[in-house]
């Protein structure tokens, strides 16, 4: 008969393999079980074109399983990998059940418990669109400094991702750009903020930002400067020995200035005997801006 043919051919080779498969199975049944926790990753596949996802999505569900404390071991260390497949899937929200049976875990092993057992997907139509990018900033400048302009590379940006979301976008954020105690022009490469959103920018370059910071201007009334002159040798008098200056230039830096530091000197080459008005020349540190010496004129008397 055939099925006495069958036993007769390589008998000794499926002897062999009965007889593995019995101490495999004996080896398994008899093997010490464990209860342990694990984490399976999550990855959503086949998504379809033209759709986005537009909620938040766990990376990952957490299982408890049970089994042979060999193959429990060999889970943990390999890992498995759960596949969510979004073929022919509408806009929309789709609720994915997770049962025991729907995970990829070897025989002999079972799923206690599943968190969360449930995922929401929603799904809604990808729509693009071109938005200006605004610099965010921390802190403060250098006290006596103020930011000038700034300039931003580019300045737009194309986003894609769910069209109400996209929809609800007038601009895109930086992430923030610390100024703390800055006093000169600062160059930083920074990338969007897009924390809590599900857009993808077209250009994943990051964004050059640079700030202009000068020093504030202003203006100090400076007094008590003594007024010298140039020429020794000379029978000269004048008045007023003492003068006032104003100054421009940055604040930081006017409230330096002493009255030392600057020099005020009449000349009085070429005048004849007698009274006249002279214009006083003023020597002032550099990087600030004469506005007016006070007087004006210096009476100079020649004997």
């Not at 990829?104 to 092993?109: K, Q, S």
């Not at 077209?202 to 201007?217: A, R, S």
């Amino acid at each position: 008969m055939q099925w006495q043919a069958f036993f007769r051919k390589n008998w000794v080779l499926k002897l062999l393999s009965l007889g593995f498969a019995l101490l495999l199975w004996f080896f398994v049944v008899g093997e010490e079980k464990a209860e342990i926790s694990i984490s399976i990753p999550l990855e959503l596949v086949n998504i379809p074109s033209g759709l986005v996802i537009a909620n938040d999505i766990p990376s990952s569900i957490n299982i408890r399983v049970y089994g042979p404390r060999s193959m429990i071991r060999a889970l943990a260390v390999q890992g498995v990998l759960k596949v969510i497949d979004l073929r022919d899937s509408a806009p929309g929200t789709i609720t994915v059940h997770i049962t025991p049976e729907s995970l990829p875990l070897p025989a002999g092993v079972q799923a206690m418990r599943i968190e969360p057992s449930n995922i929401e997907i929603v799904l809604e139509p990808l729509m693009r669109s071109n938005l200006p990018v605004r610099p965010v900033f921390t802190g403060s400048v250098a006290r006596g400094y103020r930011v000038l302009k700034l300039e931003v590379e580019p300045p737009r940006v194309v986003l894609a991702g769910p069209e109400k979301e996209i929809k609800s976008l007038e601009e895109i954020k930086t992430m923030p750009i610390d100024l703390s105690g800055a006093s000169n022009t600062i160059v930083r490469e920074v990338g969007l903020d897009l924390q809590s959103l599900h857009v993808v920018p077209g250009n994943l370059e990051p964004i050059k930002v640079t700030v202009y910071i000068i020093p504030i201007q202003g203006i100090r009334r400076i007094t008590h400067i003594p007024v010298t002159l140039k020429e020794t040798g000379v029978h000269v008098s004048w008045w007023p020995k003492i003068v006032s200056v104003r100054l421009h230039g940055p604040t930081i830096r006017l409230k330096e200035v002493k009255p030392t530091d600057i020099e005020v000197r009449i000349s009085v080459k070429g005048l004849s005997r007698g009274t006249h008005w002279v214009t006083p020349e003023c020597t002032i540190p550099s990087g600030f801006k004469l506005l007016k010496v006070i007087p004006k004129k210096i009476r100079v008397i020649v004997r």
